[in-house]
């Protein structure tokens, strides 16, 4: 598994994206947010998918604040 493969708890996946762990839950709920896996029980993000929801991020933010 590569690095940017690599899955990361809701947790570790929060601190990653600088936020708090309730806001990726109540995005997960509402289905915003990254992209996440279920195995199980357990919900998983992958490096890669959290990276492309950044890169999104910052494309929509840049193209709001041109108006």
Do not use: C, N
Request: without cysteine; proline residues 3%.
């Amino acid at each position: 598994m590569t690095q940017v493969d690599r899955r990361l708890t809701t947790p570790e996946a929060a601190e990653w994206l600088g936020m708090k762990r309730r806001t990726l839950e109540h995005w997960r709920g509402k289905g915003k947010g990254p992209r996440y896996l279920k195995v199980g029980a357990k919900v998983q993000y992958r490096i890669s998918d959290l990276e492309m929801f950044l890169r999104e991020v910052e494309t929509s933010d840049s193209r709001t604040a041109d108006r």
